[in-house]
């Protein structure tokens, strides 16, 4: 990390996005020509920390932090039998003593402090993301240690993308088709089936683009179905290497909801998912937390039965299939005038209109009090950003664990 110390007047630069005020001392961190944080995996990270001083403060040091980390927590249980499940991984943490008093006790003066930081970001590392028992999150630091009080400090996050380009993955290309029977009740009472069927045009997609899909349901059985939703769910596995322990939290990122159909109906439907803005499909890059996709159609039955379903898995990259512009993007999508200078736009496809990065819909939590031994700070609300090709619609998300008896 490149460090230079300097006092300055107030930046009153509009890029200026990240402040915090605090009794007699105040925050800020800017990322240089780059307000919205975006960086791709192998690009430098750089801005300003500055911290403003109103009065005297005790003070032992300052630091600046950036770090790039994994982190995964949940809690099984109640009471005494509780259990807290825990791991992370660290992928680069620089830490810099901006001051440094050698552990004596100093005063910090009245003033204005400026730091610049300067990180490469390694192309090992994953791309964001914040989920209800875990999270990948990039962030910058800033810290005043105090003698006798809790530090100060100040925490800003910055989205990191990985790189993901479907046009290898020449096999995802063709369609997929699944079929699922449901049959009710067991022995002489056991229904005639209900059939789930769900076709999708390939495997694999971009941000942006159209999911297209056709369903089948055929209800030959007594039971009456209150509800069928055709869902795209993010499926994040969550994991513990020292207890071998897993979590999965499922969210429906894309949706679309249908009415009752009574028993002895058949219902088909030929219809489109828009693909938000979302991370890529993840395996093997982080160790604790894995991240896949699927496209389900699932049947609300009534009664105390398991909603039957069927999921195709499905692969969310980054960078689109050469060829598929015009047969998978809306035509109004294709003429959008997208903001493209948060951040520098890494090789994609010419025949695509260069993509737009938008903050994730499906973002449940974003701090957790846990996270860092600093006791007085605060951290900035952060939601990742991701590519997006088009016009973003109005996204109704769900997180699915709880409501969908599968």
């Given at each position: 990390?490149?460090?230079?110390?300097?006092?300055?007047?107030?930046?009153?630069?509009?890029?200026?996005?990240?402040?915090?005020?605090?009794?007699?001392?105040?925050?800020?961190?800017?990322?240089?020509?780059?307000?919205?944080?975006?960086?791709?995996?192998?690009?430098?990270?750089?801005?300003?920390?500055?911290?403003?001083?109103?009065?005297?403060?005790?003070?032992?040091?300052?630091?600046?932090?950036?770090?790039?980390?994994?982190?995964?927590?949940?809690?099984?249980?109640?009471?005494?039998?509780?259990?807290?499940?825990?791991?992370?991984?660290?992928?680069?943490?620089?830490?810099?003593?901006?001051?440094?008093?050698?552990?004596?006790?100093?005063?910090?003066?009245?003033?204005?402090?400026?730091?610049?930081?300067?990180?490469?970001?390694?192309?090992?590392?994953?791309?964001?993301?914040?989920?209800?028992?875990?999270r990948i999150r990039y962030d910058t630091k800033i810290i005043v240690v105090r003698p006798r009080a809790f530090n100060k400090s100040y925490s800003m996050g910055f989205t990191v993308l990985k790189i993901f380009d479907l046009n290898p993955l020449?096999?995802?290309?063709?369609?997929?088709?699944?079929?699922?029977?449901?049959?009710f009740c067991c022995g002489p009472c056991k229904s005639r089936p209900l059939v789930i069927s769900l076709e999708i045009q390939r495997q694999s997609f971009v941000p942006g683009e159209l999911i297209e899909f056709k369903a089948k349901l055929v209800n030959n059985s007594s039971t009456t179905v209150e509800q069928v939703r055709v869902t795209l769910n993010l499926v994040a596995l969550y994991s513990v290497r020292t207890r071998i322990k897993t979590k999965t939290e499922k969210i429906a990122i894309a949706k679309k909801k249908y009415g009752a159909f009574n028993k002895n109906t058949l219902f088909e439907f030929n219809e489109k998912l828009q693909v938000p803005?979302?991370?890529?499909?993840?395996?093997?890059?982080?160790?604790?937390?894995?991240?896949?996709?699927?496209?389900?159609?699932?049947?609300?039955?009534?009664?105390?039965?398991?909603?039957?379903?069927?999921?195709?898995?499905?692969?969310?990259?980054?960078?689109?299939?050469?060829?598929?512009?015009?047969?998978?993007?809306?035509?109004?999508?294709?003429?959008?005038?997208?903001?493209?200078?948060i951040a520098p736009i890494p090789p994609t496809n010419e025949e695509f209109p260069p993509p737009s990065y938008e903050e994730a819909t499906f973002v449940l939590t974003t701090y957790d009090p846990k996270d860092s031994n600093v006791s007085d700070k605060t951290v900035e609300k952060f939601i990742p950003r991701y590519h997006f090709h088009g016009n973003m619609p109005h996204i109704d998300t769900e997180n699915t664990n709880e409501d969908i008896k599968e």
């Open positions: 990390m490149l460090l230079s110390v300097s006092f300055l007047r107030p930046n009153k630069n509009k890029d200026i996005i990240h402040f915090q005020e605090k009794m007699g001392i105040r925050f800020e961190i800017l990322f240089e020509e780059n307000p919205n944080g975006m960086y791709f995996t192998g690009q430098i990270v750089k801005g300003r920390a500055i911290v403003y001083v109103d009065e005297q403060i005790p003070f032992k040091g300052i630091q600046l932090r950036v770090r790039g980390y994994a982190k995964v927590r949940w809690d099984e249980g109640s009471g005494k039998s509780s259990d807290v499940h825990f791991d992370q991984e660290k992928y680069f943490d620089s830490v810099t003593e901006c001051i440094d008093t050698k552990g004596l006790e100093q005063t910090l003066s009245p003033g204005i402090y400026a730091y610049d930081f300067q990180c490469v970001i390694p192309s090992e590392c994953p791309s964001s993301f914040e989920g209800l028992y875990g020449t096999i995802l290309r063709i369609p997929a088709k699944l079929e699922e029977f449901k049959h803005p979302t991370p890529p499909t993840c395996i093997g890059l982080c160790p604790i937390i894995k991240l896949t996709y699927e496209v389900a159609v699932t049947a609300g039955v009534k009664g105390a039965h398991l909603n039957p379903f069927v999921a195709i898995p499905v692969t969310i990259g980054n960078i689109p299939y050469v060829g598929n512009a015009k047969d998978l993007f809306e035509p109004n999508l294709m003429a959008s005038n997208l903001n493209n200078d």
